[in-house]
Nanobody, 115 residues
């Protein structure tokens, strides 16, 4: 059973930064294209960014230039550096596979951007 553990969220003022981590208990993690997702209250879960096995990255338009996705295959961990945060970034953030069937979702990590 794959386990996904997200961490690093919190309360931050607009313009602030956070770094999220995603620990994946899965062999051959490096083979998978991974993604960061978020779900705001009353909205559907949406893809924020993804990263392929060879490190190619893509971003949802609203976060381009502010968020940076990365991965450490040796540690089975993925990261999301979030800078210049805005109130509309407030959501629960999750990680999972980007392609193929998703693994069971983790608990997510809450990000709240508010003054």
């Amino acid at each position: 059973q794959v386990q996904l553990v997200e961490s690093g969220g919190g309360l931050v003022q607009p313009g602030g930064s956070l770094r999220l981590s995603c620990a994946v208990s899965r062999s051959f993690f490096s083979f998978y294209t991974m993604g960061w997702y978020r779900q705001a209250p009353g909205k559907q879960r949406e893809l924020v960014a993804d990263i392929t096995s060879d490190g190619s990255k893509s971003y949802e338009d609203s976060v381009k230039g502010r968020f940076t996705i990365s991965r450490d295959n040796a540690e089975n961990t993925m990261y999301l550096q979030m800078d210049s945060l805005k109130p509309e970034d407030t959501a629960v953030y999750y990680c999972n596979r980007r392609t193929g069937s998703t693994w069971p979702w983790g608990q997510g990590t809450q990000v709240t951007v508010s003054s």
